[in-house]
């Protein structure tokens, strides 16, 4: 019998001669993606506002309890506690469940662990936790705060997958477990990503959104005022951007690590780094730097070093004694992990229903919301407990005022517990109570004990009444349970007291310094013919010694320094910027200058030349297209390089010269020469340009810009220059995009004027 795949929404489409039903391939998938998508998002990747907890998260806290790991307690094996969680509430890997329950325990990762563990649950360095066979653990006071109230009727239980046993469907969440221990996770096409949160703070907030339930975002964040990460760090973020990170849910966090200076005497000191960025693993961090102190990315850093015990002590060495300490520091927040960014992405399940990205303000009233429906329910649980238990006094006392034909009754009746009832007027329940009752509670100091416990419970209940028909009572009790979190986690308590700082990031021109670190070394660059560059010492000016690869050979040759940056000028019309002290050196063959940058492989090197802040460029194409453009607009600061002449797809970037003077002299492939004012060119800083001479066929070969008064000079392929005055130019002259005539006599067959001024 062959497999039937079934449609969407039951029955399948016509039946095959070998009882197969035919189905849109389309639909089957789209349904079943979608309903993975779903499974993804509401029950594995995106936290629910109420409790701030995954599924997972939540599961293992409830085995946990069910397992009475309360706090104070005796630990069990992890071993335990994961197979529980498994076996009856998350069909998933035990490792993935482990890993949760671990994450719990991590004071490094959680700003308030829900676990505590005993054994080895891993470190900052990324070492992983021993296996789950050698490891304990056991709920804290935070867990228990997010239990609390869970066996009053607080919250709804559903059933497990296999339908044999209840779970919650949210925490009570006393604690305000969202924003103060934060939350990350990658759904099907959404995320989420929340930093911890200082606990006070958030009960200060809460307290005055209770007060004012028409706070702003503004005055929300007087109170919380960042982000509070577990392992401390320096937040540099703009106030401004905080507020909008905090107004849309979505924003980031600059964090840099917290450093001192330490004097080590003679005038020497070092720095101690004693907080890193939070998730930054120390050990890849180390390794980092150091991969970056070997590649001599570090100017200012002579060694570090990791005296980390307990506590992070992580130990920089300057260079020099004469380095400024914030100037190392800065180079290193921003090569290194030393400044990260903590993305802001509030997207959590509303009601656990709806996924949404949610403002600070929407957050809290959210999760006050949960605490006032908490209260409601607890409310009525304990009431209805009462009004049971009232009863049942009310039937003792009747039972106490009517005992000796209560007793005849339950002598010598059949049926004695009908008797009672209609006797004495009771209802079912206080028949079964008082028929229920041991010989020894009928004694005076019993029925005193009755009537005392009758009152008290009487007065509850009167409150309890209060309290559910008034809403301003209802959030008085709610601040009074806020004001008793903050107490127990206020910024006197060691747990409490925030740990990540607030300070400014210093705006250093890194590369500047870098500048004047590297010492003004004279260089020769060397280009070859197939786009190899590399860097010679000192100022080489014969260049016929040079050796290239076979059937390649050189192309360019220029003196520089080692502080200038050097610009390429590729056929695609795009500028890229090097710096020497990054090419490699002339005792090999170079490297492709395509390794450097991104270049396309169809694309050649125009021109290379050293940058001169200031300097006007004539750029131009095959076509003889071109315009004026400024160096300083050309320095590009990626590998993509900056687009400046556009080309059309038949042509091609030809010349880059210096545009000095006021009179440009274009020559053509066909050999006509024009020379016409430099000022009918435009400037711009990128597009096309105009036309600079036209042609029947062919394109242009070469130009030059030049100062009317010292004329146009060109060399001939022997080497001698040629200068010829602007009057004895006068029948080459014209304006822009005309065809011009043969050039003078004794001007070269190459059609080239020579050097090209750039160098």
Avoid at 15 to 29: C, T, V
Avoid at 127 to 145: K, N, P
Avoid at 600 to 629: E, M, N, S, Y
Wanted: with cysteine; glycine share 8%; proline share 5%.
């Amino acid at each position: 019998m062959g497999n039937k795949l079934i449609p969407p929404g039951g029955a399948g489409g016509p039946e095959g001669p070998d009882g197969i039903e035919q189905i849109d391939f389309r639909e089957a998938l789209e349904e079943r993606y979608l309903a993975y998508a779903l499974s993804t998002i509401m029950h594995r990747a995106l936290p629910d506002v109420r409790d701030g907890m995954k599924p997972v998260h939540r599961r293992l806290l409830y085995a946990m309890r069910l397992l009475k790991l309360d706090p104070g307690q005796g630990f069990k094996k992890c071993a335990r506690i994961v197979g529980d969680v498994m076996g009856k509430y998350h069909p998933h890997g035990d490792s993935a469940i482990y890993d949760a329950l671990v994450r719990l325990a991590q004071e490094f990762s959680q700003r308030y662990p829900l676990a505590e563990g005993q054994g080895n649950f891993g470190n900052i360095d990324g070492d992983s936790a021993a296996a789950m066979r050698y490891t304990e653990a056991r709920l804290t006071e935070t867990a228990r705060l997010l239990l609390d109230g869970i066996d009053e009727d607080a919250i709804d239980f559903r059933e497990t997958y296999d339908g044999l046993d209840q779970e919650p469907v949210v925490l009570p969440g006393g604690f305000p477990n969202l924003l103060a221990n934060g939350s990350a996770g990658i759904a099907v096409g959404m995320a989420t990503s929340i930093p911890s949160h200082n606990v006070a703070e958030i009960c200060d907030a809460a307290l005055h959104l209770i007060k004012h339930p028409n706070a702003p975002t503004e005055k929300l964040v007087e109170f919380t005022k960042g982000p509070d990460f577990p392992t401390g760090g320096v937040l540099v973020e703009y106030p401004t951007s905080i507020l909008e990170a905090y107004k849309t849910g979505r924003g980031g966090f600059r964090v840099q690590a917290k450093w001192e200076k330490e004097e080590t005497g003679r005038g020497t000191w070092v720095v101690v780094i004693t907080e890193i960025p939070y998730q930054v693993q120390k050990s890849k961090l180390i390794e980092k730097i150091t991969e970056l102190l070997m590649a001599r990315k570090l100017p200012f850093l002579a060694d570090i070093r990791d005296e980390s015990a307990e506590d992070i002590r992580i130990v920089l060495e300057p260079r020099s004694r004469n380095v400024d300490e914030h100037l190392l520091m800065a180079s290193l927040f921003k090569l290194t992990d030393l400044e990260s960014r903590f993305p802001l992405n509030m997207n959590v399940l509303s009601r656990g229903q709806v996924p949404n990205v949610l403002g600070l303000r929407n957050v809290l009233s959210q999760w006050l919301e949960h605490r006032k429906e908490v209260l409601i329910r607890r409310s009525q649980h304990r009431l209805d407990k009462i009004e049971h238990r009232l009863e049942v006094l009310d039937g003792y006392l009747i039972a106490y005022l009517n005992l000796d034909e209560m007793i005849r009754i339950i002598r010598h009746e059949d049926e004695p517990k009908r008797e009672l009832m209609k006797t004495f007027s009771l209802s079912e329940i206080q028949a079964e109570a008082i028929l229920n009752m041991r010989l020894r509670s009928l004694r005076k100091l019993e029925e005193m004990e009755i009537s005392g416990e009758h009152d008290k419970l009487a007065a509850e209940r009167d409150e309890l009444n209060a309290l559910l028909a008034s809403d301003d009572l209802q959030w008085k009790t709610i601040s009074s349970e806020i004001r008793t979190v903050r107490k127990s986690y206020g910024p006197e308590t060691e747990m409490g007291k925030r740990r990540t700082q607030f300070g400014e990031a210093e705006d250093i021109d890194l590369e500047g310094i870098h500048n004047t670190m590297i010492e003004r070394e004279p260089i020769t660059v060397v280009v070859s013919q197939k786009g190899w560059i590399r860097v010679m010492k000192g100022h080489i000016q014969d260049t016929s010694g040079l050796s290239f690869k076979q059937g390649d050979g050189l192309a360019f040759a220029f003196p520089a320094e080692m502080t200038d940056k050097l610009l390429v000028f590729s056929t695609g019309g795009r500028f890229f910027t090097l710096t020497p002290d990054k090419l490699p050196g002339g005792r090999s063959q170079g490297e492709p200058i395509r390794l450097m940058v991104d270049m396309d492989q169809d694309q050649d090197i125009v021109a290379v030349f050293v940058h001169k802040p200031g300097r006007k460029l004539l750029v131009a194409a095959t076509d003889a297209r071109g315009f004026v453009v400024s160096e300083d607009d050309i320095v590009a600061n990626t590998r993509k390089g900056k687009q400046v002449l556009n080309v059309s797809a038949d042509a091609e970037a030809k010349l880059c010269v210096p545009a000095d003077g006021d009179r440009i002299a274009v020559i053509g492939t066909n050999r006509k020469l024009l020379v016409f004012p430099l000022e009918q060119v435009g400037e711009m800083t990128r597009g096309r340009g105009v036309r600079l001479q036209r042609y029947c066929d062919g394109g242009i070969s070469d130009a030059v810009v030049f100062k009317a008064e010292e004329g146009l000079t060109w060399i001939n392929s022997a080497g001698h220059s040629f200068t010829r005055t602007l009057e004895e130019l006068s029948d080459w002259c014209g304006d822009r995009a005309q065809a011009g005539r043969l050039p003078p006599t004794g001007f070269p067959r190459s059609n080239k004027f020579g050097s090209n001024g750039l160098g």
